[in-house]
């Protein structure tokens, strides 16, 4: 864990820089083609999410004078990091080998920033400049409300427009190719890898909490040698 103020605002800046190259490549501006779905994704809308965090991070060190850690929303910060890294892991793992997806679509700029450095970047920066030991038993489970949210969105839009582009974005929320039992059977899979994921996560937070404990201990023990 680092409390540099140098170190964290060259690592916020190239995060934000890096977010807004691939926001306008949601956006389609690469392929001259506007991409009037880029709101059904989750992945856009972590990774939205995401940039809007870390900018406001940016502007807090910016403003900070001396070194310290992050302060912003521990809550908030962690949320994220379980998103981005549901993000990461379920398009790495289940989505890019798809056999309806064009491979070469996996080496675009966008989808190389939002899927895999972004995400890695992010929670990078919640392990080394965050102050750690402050997650509560609660915040896997409070995470939860925000892929929830998305699915509830998926749901209510096809409803409300059953004849929208892009129906459903993703293969394992739509009923037609799953059925409703498969539909169902993948979002409760998904939600218990996040939780489990959320649990994994608290148990690092509090393991950095008592490495950075025993380090200042030592260190303080050889300042009175």
Known sequence: MSTNRTAQLIVQSMYVA??????????????????GTF??????????????????????????????????????????VIAIMLTCCVFNFILAGAPDRDPLDNYKV???????????LFVADWLAFYRHGVVKWTF????????LLFVAFVFIRAAIFPSAENLYPYFFLDPGQQGVDGVIRWIVILLITFIAFGYLLMALDRALDRRSATVATSLKAAALD
């Open 18 to 35: 890096l977010g807004v190259v691939a926001i306008f490549g949601s956006f389609g501006l690469y392929d001259a083609d506007f991409d």
């Open 110 to 120: 966008t989808c190389i920033l939002f899927h895999t450095v972004l995400p890695l």
């Open 140 to 147: 896997p489970l409070i995470s939860t409300i925000f892929p």
């Open 39 to 80: 709101y059904t994704y989750f992945t856009n809308l972590s990774n939205y999410l995401c940039v809007g965090v870390m900018f406001a991070e940016l502007v807090q060190t910016a403003r900070r004078k001396g070194n310290g850690f992050v302060t912003l929303s521990p809550l908030l910060k962690f949320i994220c």
